[in-house]
Every structure is written in structure tokens, then in C-alpha cells.
């Protein structure tokens, strides 16, 4: 239990290290230009969050809206709104906790800065536990303390309610002002006692402006399918991890986390039927520079009347 415990404040702690990255020096723009966007409260625009990374894993910034091109059902669209700030953000911490996962326990990864005193001040967090059900540990917070308590006193055992456990987090998301927002999905994978199914899932998560992370514990194919679905259904990734990389994967994710850019298109002449559109976008890389891989959320559902 000891060891499961250190694993997870090592997760908690590396969120928040900041690592090296990749950075293009973008050109001088006059301040009327920024655009910062926010996803609940403007509904004339389509945002699209997408993530930029080189061929090792590392975020890249400093692009321009020059690089971008979205394409909505297959039509280009015009980007109106361009941001990449780093924001505060809202993440809820989903940690399965079933028996199928009690293996992990043996790792020994340390912490090297406790996670309460490097987070961002104005980010909020919350912790979902789940096994045969799911549990809000700790609601929607700012501050953390309770957050890493919880944690070290997670008990262990049952099935596995993989989708409930989600589905709770993408609810308890709803309740934070911040625009950003990601749950973090710590698990093999395994699904076998969710009183939701595989499309209400989908429905809900194509419903959300959440991005969702998923770090697979030595996941089987069959159920790392599951996490990488869910994740990139959102936007997100899902890695599939040994234990010992524990530490260095969550610090990438915390860096995608915050340097992710935001395109913005008009949401005008889209019809309110709440049919689901498909979304691409293709990046441009910059002369000179390596491959690059863009990662966004492949799909929204239009609002309903």
C-alpha cells in the first residue's frame, strides 16, 4: 500500500514540474490581435483545442495562427479566435482502484516536490476513486490538501466501473468557472460494472469541452483501445505506461495540458439539430523545423434548439 501511495503522489507531484520544451519565437503582434477565448461563454465560436508536440513527446509553442487549418465536415473554416495562454486549469484526478490493478502497488517511484506546493494557486482539482463504483473522494477544489490525504488513504479492491468513473468527472468538471478543463484517467482500462454503456459514454464525452488523459497501467490491447478511444474522442492522449515511467509521462501530460492552443471559428450558419460534426486540422509546419504531430478534439455535437 506504502508503495501504491508513493506512485501516486509521484504522479501528483511530477503534474506539476515543468520540463523542457519546444519553442518557436513567434513574430510581434500588436495587442489588439490576442484573442482569448472562453469555451462556455462565447457560443458564436467553434474552439477547438489542439495540442502541438515534436517527435519525442515535447509540447511545441510559438506557433502561429498561419499554421493552422480547420476543417469542419470536411469544409474549411475560417479561424477568427486564436490563443495560447497558459491558463489556470480545472483537473480531476480519476484513480482506478479495483483489484485488477493491484499490482501496481510494487513500484517505487519517490517524489521529488510535493504536488501541494508546486500547483498552479488558481487551478482547481478533485479527486474521483473508483472501483465497482464510483466516488467524488474530494469535490471540486482549490485547495489541495485534502486532495493529497485522500489519496493516501484509498482502499483497494472490487470491480471495475471504468465508464461511471469518467462520466462522474466530466460532471464535476461543469461546476468550475475555468475554461480549461481535463480529467486525468489513471487505470488499466478494464470495464465490467458501469451502469453506463459504451455510447452514452460517447455521447457525454462529445458533449464536453473537457480534454481527458489516460495513463494505462500495463494495460492488455483490448483495454488500452478503450483509454486511447476515450482520450482522443476528447482531444487528449492515452499512454501506455510501465510503471518506473510514471513520473516523466504525467509530466508531459502537464505540459500538454498547458501549452495547448485554441482555434476559434464562427458558429454561425451551423444548424441547432444537435448532430455531431466531424472535425480535422492540419498543421503547417514551419520552414526548417522537424515533424511536428497535432493532436484535437475530432468531433463536437451542435446545439439542439
Known amino acids: 500500500m506504502m508503495a501504491r501511495n508513493r506512485l501516486l503522489l509521484a504522479i501528483l507531484a511530477a503534474l506539476s514540474i515543468t520540463r523542457a520544451q519546444v519553442v518557436i519565437e513567434p513574430r510581434p503582434k500588436p495587442a489588439e490581435h490576442t484573442v482569448r477565448p472562453n469555451i462556455r461563454a462565447d457560443s458564436n465560436l467553434v474552439l477547438v483545442p489542439v495540442t502541438v508536440v515534436d517527435m519525442r513527446n515535447h509540447p511545441v509553442t510559438g506557433l502561429e495562427q498561419e499554421n493552422f487549418r480547420v476543417f469542419d465536415d470536411g469544409g474549411q473554416r475560417r479561424i477568427t479566435a486564436f490563443a495560447m495562454d497558459d491558463e489556470p486549469v480545472a483537473l480531476g484526478l480519476i484513480f482506478d482502484h479495483s483489484g485488477s490493478v493491484a499490482g501496481i502497488r510494487r513500484n517505487e517511484a519517490s517524489t521529488t516536490r ?123 492522449r492515452a499512454i501506455s505506461a510501465q510503471a518506473q515511467d510514471m513520473a516523466d509521462i504525467a509530466a508531459k501530460v502537464a505540459l500538454e495540458l498547458r501549452n495547448r492552443y485554441v482555434l476559434g471559428f464562427p458558429a454561425a450558419g451551423i444548424p441547432h439539430d444537435g448532430k455531431l460534426h466531424n472535425l480535422r486540422v492540419q498543421l503547417i509546419t514551419p520552414h526548417g523545423m522537424p515533424t511536428l504531430k497535432a493532436s484535437w478534439r475530432r468531433s463536437y455535437r451542435a446545439p439542439e434548439q
Open 114 to 236: 510535493m504536488f501541494l506546493q508546486t500547483s498552479n494557486p488558481e487551478d482547481d482539482y478533485f479527486l474521483v476513486d473508483f472501483a465497482s463504483r464510483p466516488e467524488l473522494a474530494v469535490p471540486l477544489t482549490n485547495g489541495k490538501e485534502e486532495v493529497g490525504y485522500r489519496i493516501l488513504t484509498t482502499k483497494w479492491g472490487g470491480s471495475t466501473a471504468l465508464y461511471d468513473g469518467v462520466i462522474l468527472g466530466l460532471n464535476e468538471l461543469k461546476k468550475s468557472h475555468l475554461s480549461r478543463k481535463a480529467l486525468l484517467v489513471v487505470s488499466d482500462g478494464g470495464e465490467n460494472n458501469s451502469r453506463y454503456n459504451h455510447r452514452e459514454l460517447e455521447k457525454i464525452v462529445e458533449e464536453s469541452d473537457a480534454l481527458i488523459y489516460a495513463i494505462g497501467f500495463q494495460s492488455e490491447q483490448a483495454n488500452f483501445g478503450l483509454l486511447r478511444w476515450m482520450s482522443e474522442l476528447s482531444g487528449g
